[in-house]
């Protein structure tokens, strides 16, 4: 409803008591009404899953309509995210919120800082999007407040025409609340402890799971060694499960986003059960290494599989794990992702050991002919050197084109000596275009990137200590950080208000009218930042 039809609907409401609610304000009713859209976590999940449709379907039109985000570990850190989108931008359109399991494991676990090995507490998920979404609603609370306090200064002035101004953006505000994809893991178990976990997750407000199809108890860190993948029967089971949880919680539209870690993932737990040549389970362990055998050859405790009449010995490590064949991992990632969007995937997440745009679109042209729509999310990682990885690439171009580099190191190109080279202009233009060339080549709909603002904290904290603990003193922080604060906006140099002190005296004066005591009077400090 408009703004003026929650005031006539409250004051309907109201006038019915008999005069018992006559001290409501029916505007303040009205106020806190839009200052709280969202009442439930499903309501936020089934409005950001509208929202991920249309945009999957305006990519399908057009890849320049790709998608971003970025990784945030504290409903505080999504929401500056999203004031600054919406300052800077003026939209949050097409942008959202990238939810890590791997910085929960090292910043948001009882038990310290752990590795992404699925050992934090799975409750600590759905908590944080809980958390985000709430930080985001008060950022809603927040800046509507502002336009409520500016309209009824424009009435206390007598401006009419700024009056209307006003109304007309509240009735037009947008929201700060965006589509979260939040990372399951490896579902945190079976099929039924993935289902569990799925629901939290989606109560708490996600639209869209990213999971992956690593072994639970083996997980890994997609860019660290000793991943170990389980057959697609098991890894579908868990997809499946978590769209049984879509379902059953109203969210027709949520979306599963599928990862394959089989790239860099040379191990199984499990040979897959096969019912017949050419079967899913089959074509899982034709890429198993294995040597043919004899009967005779058969040793005590040996696992053998028939194939066309042979007798192969898949190569078991002393873990008990199988190892797959050298050079399989682009195929296995093609089938996985295939097999992914045949079975109930919406997207697909393929982890990459570089950001090389026609290693991925190679994969995607052969997925993509089989599924035409097949899209991608993809992890624009910083456990990529992307400086050195860019310059390498244009070193190497540079080479097969017989153009001079001589005047390079391939292996010391991170180095500041090259900075400020034609090769380093070079590869700095290619990371920029990075994302909207790999979205238009690649099938990439979503770039995101996982731990951004771990590391801005740790950067912007390493500089703040190393000036106010030096020779700076005040003056480290004042140039560092409140100076900028002020000259660039940044909502947060007013940190009463954006923790919710203005927002706590307008529902002072709701409740307690001209015997209200509030904090924003004229000796708030804040005032110096007017």
Known sequence: ???????????????????????????????MRLQNRFKTGLEIAKYTADIMRHDMAAYDADPANYTQSLGCWHGFIAQQKLISIKKHFGSTERRYIYLSGWMVAALRSEFGPLPDQSMHEKTSVPALIEEIYTFLKQADARELGLLFRDLDAARAAGDKAREEKLVDAIDNFQTHVVPIIADIDAGFGNAEATYLLAKKMIEAGACALQIENQVSDEKQCGHQDGKVTVPHDDFLAKVRAVRYAFLELGVDNGIIVTRTDSLGAGLTKQIAVSHEPGDIGDQYNSFLDCEEISPADMKNGDVVLNRGGKLLRPKRLPSNLFQF?????????????????????????????????????????????????????????????????????????????????????????MSVDYDTTALAIEADEKIRTFQADAAKRAGIFHHLITLPTYHTAALSTDNLARDYFGSQGMLGYVLGVQRQEIRQGIACVKHQNMSGSDIGDDHKEYFAGEAALKAGGVHNTMNQFA
């Open 1 to 31: 409803m408009s703004y003026q039809d929650h005031i006539i609907e409250m004051s309907q409401l109201v006038k019915s008591k008999g005069g018992t609610w006559d001290g409501i304000d029916p505007e303040g009713v009205a106020r």
């Open 325 to 413: 064949r050298a050079g399989t991992g682009e195929d296995r990632c093609v089938l996985d992702s295939i097999t992914s969007l045949q079975n109930g995937a919406d997207l697909l997440w393929i982890e990459t050991e570089k950001p090389h745009i026609e290693q991925i679109a190679g994969m995607m042209d052969r997925i993509r002919a089989v599924v035409p729509n097949a899209k991608l999310a993809y992890n624009n990682s910083p456990s990529f050197n992307w400086t050195l990885n860019f310059r390498q690439q244009v070193y190497d171009a540079w080479e097969k084109a017989g153009k001079d580099v001589s005047a390079y190191e391939r292996e010391k190109l």
